[in-house]
């Protein structure tokens, strides 16, 4: 099993959600974050003030799947979040060891 985290644009939220489930994979979990990489931020104005935003907002998408769809949630998100601009955000794969169905006590794929 693999662990997906993808940091994406809000804007682009939808458009995975929509991808994903398009290709069969309904489970995820979504959380607002913020934090900065090449993109470093930006510069506002507030009632003539300018200001720095340090940490631009961004959705964590995370998605646990079998090792055989690791390659279809990849390149799904990939396809669906790009805009070719720097700030598309980033994925990240990681194996899991186990997981488990609160529920029911199934583990494993089982649970998935």
Do not use: W
Request: charged content about 25%; aromatic content about 6%; glycine content about 10%.
């Amino acid at each position: 099993m693999k662990k997906i985290e993808a940091i994406v644009r809000h804007f682009k939220l939808e458009d995975v959600k929509n991808a994903l489930t398009e290709h069969g994979i309904h489970g995820m979990t979504v959380t607002e974050v913020r934090g900065f990489g090449r993109q470093k931020g930006h510069t506002e104005m507030y009632r003539g003030t300018e200001y720095t935003v340090d940490f631009v907002p961004k959705v964590k998408i995370e998605v646990v799947c079998s090792d055989g769809s690791l390659q279809t949630v990849v390149d799904t998100i990939l396809q669906a979040a790009q805009t070719g601009q720097i700030g598309d955000g980033k994925i990240f794969v990681t194996d899991l060891q186990n997981s488990i169905r609160i529920r029911t006590g199934e583990t494993g794929e089982e649970a998935l």
